[in-house]
C-alpha cells in the first residue's frame, strides 16, 4: 500500500475518557479492490461499532469504540489494506461519542455528482481463483468467468460510477443463491465483489464459426478451439478489453496467413504461454522479466528469444520477442487445453496479436467482431460478458537496474491509474498526438492518461478517442476548464479542439509537451535541460522538429530551443517516413554525395527512376521540408547499410539498425558539436559522414550500426553538458520514440551521468507520443492559473 499525505491523527472526541467516535473519509483507488470487506473484517476484529460506506467523498467510515482500538484501527488502515488499493489521502475528525451502536455494518453507496474514488484497472487472474478452476470438485471448475476482490474484471466493464455492479456489464446476470451468499458474506473472498458469477448465473463461453453458426458452448468451446488451433486455423478470442486473433505459434503457414490478413508482413507478434517454465522454454528470462510476466498486471514482456525455439517470422526484426501469461480465467483454460490436446509433442505456445485490421482499434463486440474479422479467422471464441471499454494489451521491456521500466504501449492493467503530479490546479485536458493517441485528463493533483487508442487518421480509432473522451469526462466527473492541443494543424486532435468554443483552447509545441511530460513524472517543478528524440512533430518556426536540445521551465511552461541536430530534407514529406531510402539519399545530398556517381548497392530495391526523382527534389529543394528529426537520421543509417528501403511498421529501420549491433565493437563515431550557432547544431551530417565511409570500405553493418549508436549517445551527452555549463542546470529529461531504443536510452543516460548530469526519464509513460497528452494538460493548466 501507498502511504503518502497521512494526516496526523486527529484529536478524538472523548466519552468517559475510554470510548470515542471517529469518521474517516479514505480517498484514492479504494473502491472495487475489497476495501470496504477489509475495514468490516478490521472493525470487527478490534470490535468498534459504526459502518463503512462508498460515498462520492470518497470511502466513508465511521467507527465507535475503545481509545486504543480505534487508534490500532487507523493504523491498520495505512499499513494493511489490501493489495490493490491505493490510498492518497485519508481525512479524519473525531465526533461526539456515540454509544448506540452495537454493530459494524457496511451501507449501499451513495450515488453522487461529484466523486473522488479512482476505478481500478483490470487485475490478472489470483492464485486463490486459479486454484478454483483448477478442481474438479470446486463449483466454479473450468468456469472462464471466476473472479474476486483480489483479481478480474474492472475498467472494462464499468460504464459509469459509483463502481456497483448495476454500473457494470455483468448487471444483466442476476446472481444465484450460492453467489448472493458469498457477495453479502463479510468474510467471503467474494464480499461485495461486483463481477461475481458462476456456472449457474454469470456469462458463458461458445465457439462459432466463421459464419457465426454456433458448434460448442461451455468447456466444450475450448475443446473445439484448440482442436482447431491445432489443425492450423486462425481464432478470434473474445478476451477482457477487447479480441485477439490466435494461432499455434509453432505454425509456419498458419503465422503467415495471419500476416497476411492483418497486412502486416513484419511486425513483431506477441504470445502467450501457459506458465514460466513454458516461457523459459522459449525465451531467456531476467528476473526483472519473471517479476513482470507474474503479478497483478501481466503485461506484455518483451523478453530476448531463446533461438530456434520458435519460428523466426514471429518477430524477423529483433532479438526480443513479446510474451506474456494467460491473465484471465478463459486464457488459462484456453492454453491448459491446448497443451493437454498438443500432448507434449508441439510447444503449448499461442500467437496473440490485437484483433483488428491494420491501424483499427480492437474489436468490441460479438456482432462487431463477426463482421468485422470473418475474412480474417476461421473460428470464433465468444462470451456474453459486454467489453464496456476497449482496453489492449500493455507492453513493456523491464529495464536492468531496479527502476521504471521501459513503457512501449500503457493499457490494461495500468489505466486508469493516475500519475501522480506535484501540485493540484484547474480540471485541463490535453487532445494527444495523431499516431499513438491518448488523451489527458488533470484532476487535483491526478493526471490521467487514456490508454492507447491508436492512429487516429483511423476512422475507428477516431471513433474510440471520441468515445473515451466522454468516458472519461463521466467517470471522472469533471469539465475541463481548458484544453490543449499540438501546434500541428492538421492532427485529427488538433481539429476536434475547434470543437470547444466555450472555453479556451491553447497550442502546445510538441517537444515542449514530451518534455513536460516526463518532468512532471519526476515531480520536477525547476526548469531543466530537455533532450527530446523523436519522429517529426512541428517546430514553432514551421519546420520539422525531432532532435532537439530544449530549456525547459515547468513552472511557466516556457521553453528555447537551445540546439538541433543538422537540418536535413525530409523528400516527399511523410513518403519519406514510410520510405527509409529517401532519408539515406537526403542525407548523402546533404555530406555532397552525388548519389548517381556509383550505384549504391544499398538502394538495389529501389527503382533508378523513383531515385532520380528524389534526387531531382534534393537538388531543387523541391517538397522537401527541413527537418531535424533524430528517427529520420536513424532511417537514413539503417537504409544506408541495406537493412530496411521501405517500412512496413513504424520504427522498423531503426529496430532493425539496433538489433545488427557488434556488442564488442566500443569505438564511437564522432558527433561533435557547433555551439557557436544559435541555436547551437550538433553535427549529426559528420556522423552520418563516417558512417557513409565505413560502408565504402567494407565495414561490416554491426560495427558500424555500434559505432552509429555510441557516437549518437556520446554527441548527445557532450551537448548537454555544454549547455549544463552555460545554464547552470544538470537534470536532463529525455523524451520521444527514438528512446524506444533500448541502447541509445541506456548508452544516452550512462553517458550523461558519467558527465556528472542527472537524466530524468519516463517513469509510468511511454517515451512515444503516447505521452504527449500529459504534457499538453499540463500547458494548458499553465496558461489557465
Ligand atoms: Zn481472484
Ligand atoms: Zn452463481
Ligand atoms: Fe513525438
Known amino acids: 500500500m501507498n502511504k503518502q499525505h497521512f494526516p496526523q491523527a486527529p484529536r478524538i472526541n472523548e466519552d ?150 448495476r454500473q457494470t456489464s455483468m448487471d444483466c446476470f442476476p446472481m444465484c443463491a450460492a453467489c448472493r451468499f458469498e457477495y453479502e458474506d463479510p468474510l467471503d473472498r467474494r464480499f461485495h465483489a461486483q463481477p461475481n458469477a458462476c456456472p449457474d448465473c454469470g456469462p458463458h463461453l461458445w465457439y462459432a464459426e466463421a459464419n457465426g453458426h454456433t458448434l460448442a458452448h461451455g468447456p466444450g468451446a475450448l475443446n473445439s478451439a484448440a482442436r482447431a488451433l491445432l489443425r492450423g486455423d486462425i481464432l478470434a478470442v473474445k478476451g477482457l478489453g477487447g479480441f485477439h486473433l490466435a494461432c499455434a505459434a509453432d505454425d509456419e503457414a498458419a503465422i503467415s496467413r495471419l500476416r497476411q490478413v492483418k497486412k502486416r508482413p513484419h511486425k513483431p507478434l506477441a504470445v502467450m504461454v501457459p506458465d514460466l517454465e513454458a516461457a523459459r522454454g522459449i525465451s531467456r528470462l531476467r528476473c526483472e522479466d519473471e517479476a513482470w510476466l507474474q503479478g497483478t498486471i501481466q503485461p506484455i514482456v518483451l523478453v530476448a528469444k531463446r533461438s530456434g525455439a520458435l519460428p523466426e517470422i514471429l518477430a524477423p526484426d529483433t532479438p526480443l520477442l513479446g510474451l506474456m501469461l494467460p491473465y484471465t480465467p478463459l486464457h488459462v483454460l484456453l492454453l491448459d487445453r491446448y497443451r493437454q490436446l498438443a500432448a507434449g509433442q508441439r510447444p503449448p505456445v499461442l500467437v496473440m496479436t490485437s484483433g483488428n485490421r491494420a ?48 513503457v512501449f504501449r500503457r493499457a490494461r492493467g495500468l489505466t486508469p491509474n493516475p500519475v501522480f503530479i506535484a501540485r493540484a490546479g484547474p480540471p485541463a485536458l490535453g487532445l494527444g498526438p495523431e499516431a499513438k493517441a491518448t488523451l489527458c485528463f488533470l484532476k487535483g493533483s491526478e493526471a490521467y492518461v487514456s490508454q492507447h487508442i491508436g492512429d487516429l487518421t483511423n476512422v475507428e480509432a477516431f471513433a474510440f478517442y471520441r468515445e473515451l473522451l466522454a468516458h472519461f469526462e463521466r467517470l471522472l466527473r469533471i469539465r475541463p476548464h481548458i484544453v490543449a492541443a499540438d501546434l500541428h494543424p492538421d492532427y485529427m486532435s488538433t481539429r476536434l479542439a475547434a470543437e470547444y468554443t466555450d472555453r479556451p483552447v491553447v497550442f502546445v509545441q510538441h517537444h515542449l509537451a514530451h518534455i513536460l511530460a516526463v518532468l512532471a513524472e519526476n515531480r520536477s517543478e525547476e526548469p531543466a535541460l530537455g533532450i527530446a528524440l523523436d519522429g517529426t512533430g512541428l517546430g514553432e518556426d514551421g519546420t520539422l522538429w525531432g532532435g532537439e536540445l530544449l530549456l525547459v521551465d515547468p513552472g511557466q511552461g516556457t521553453s528555447s530551443r537551445l540546439a538541433h541536430l543538422a537540418p536535413v530534407g525530409l ?14 539519399l537526403s542525407y548523402l545530398h546533404a555530406i555532397g554525395v552525388d548519389c548517381f556517381g556509383e550505384a549504391e548497392p544499398a538502394f538495389a530495391s529501389t527503382p533508378e527512376r523513383s531515385r532520380l526523382l528524389v534526387a531531382q527534389m534534393l537538388a531543387g529543394n523541391c517538397n522537401c521540408p527541413s527537418t531535424t528529426s533524430c528517427g529520420r537520421l536513424f532511417d537514413a543509417v539503417s537504409s544506408l547499410l541495406g537493412l530496411c528501403d521501405v517500412a512496413s511498421y513504424e520504427g522498423q529501420a531503426a529496430v532493425r539498425l539496433e538489433a545488427i549491433q557488434e ?74 520514440g527514438v528512446l524506444q531504443n533500448e541502447t541509445l536510452a541506456q548508452e544516452l543516460s550512462l553517458r550523461l551521468e558519467q558527465l556528472g548530469l542527472t537524466p530524468l526519464v519516463h517513469l509510468e509513460l511511454p517515451p512515444n507520443d503516447a505521452c504527449i497528452s500529459l504534457g499538453q494538460a499540463l500547458y494548458a493548466r499553465l496558461q489557465a492559473s
Not at 368 to 393: M, W
Not at 571 to 584: D, Y
Not at 704 to 733: K, W
Open 16 to 165: 468517559e475518557g475510554h470510548r470515542s467516535s471517529l469518521r474517516l473519509i479514505v480517498q484514492g483507488r479504494v473502491q472495487g479492490v475489497g476495501f470496504r470487506p477489509f475495514v468490516y473484517r478490521l472493525a470487527k476484529e478490534l470490535d468498534l461499532a459504526g459502518h463503512v460506506q462508498n460515498t462520492p467523498r470518497g470511502v466513508e467510515i465511521e467507527v465507535h469504540g475503545q481509545n486504543a482500538d480505534l487508534e490500532r484501527f487507523q493504523a491498520s488502515l495505512r499499513e494493511k489494506g489490501p493489495s490493490l488499493a491505493r490510498i492518497t489521502r485519508i481525512h479524519a475528525e473525531g465526533l461526539a461519542f456515540d454509544g448506540r451502536l452495537q454493530e459494524f455494518a457496511i451501507i449501499r453507496s451513495e450515488p453522487g455528482a461529484e466523486h473522488s474514488v479512482l476505478i481500478s484497472p483490470d487485475i490478472a487472474l489470483c492464485q486463490a481463483c486459479r486454484r478454483e478452476i483448477s478442481d474438479p470438485s470446486d463449483r466454479r471448475f473450468a468456469y472462464p468467468f471466476t473472479n474476486c476482490t483480489d483479481c478480474g474484471p474492472r475498467l472494462t466493464i464499468t460504464g459509469n460510477i459509483p463502481y456497483d455492479r
Open 359 to 406: 491501424a483499427e482499434p480492437l474489436c468490441l463486440g460479438n456482432r462487431e467482431a463477426l463482421a468485422s474479422l470473418s475474412g480474417l479467422a476461421d473460428g470464433f471464441v465468444l462470451h456474453n460478458r459486454d467489453i464496456l471499454v476497449r482496453c489492449d494489451d500493455s507492453v513493456l521491456r523491464p529495464r536492468k537496474h531496479p527502476g521504471p521500466p521501459l
Open 571 to 584: 523528400p516527399g514529406g511523410s513518403k519519406a517516413i514510410e520510405e527509409p531510402w529517401r532519408m539515406a
Open 663 to 736: 556488442m564488442r565493437e566500443s569505438r564511437p563515431y564522432p558527433c561533435p558539436v557547433e555551439a557557436s550557432r544559435d541555436p547551437a547544431v550538433l553535427d549529426s551530417l559528420t556522423l552520418f559522414e563516417a558512417a557513409f565511409r565505413d560502408s565504402r570500405q567494407g565495414v561490416a553493418p554491426g560495427t558500424i550500426s555500434r559505432r552509429f549508436h555510441l557516437g549518437l549517445a556520446r554527441g548527445l551527452a557532450e551537448l548537454a553538458l555544454a549547455f549544463s555549463r552555460r545554464t547552470g542546470l544538470d537534470r536532463v529529461a529525455l523524451s520521444g
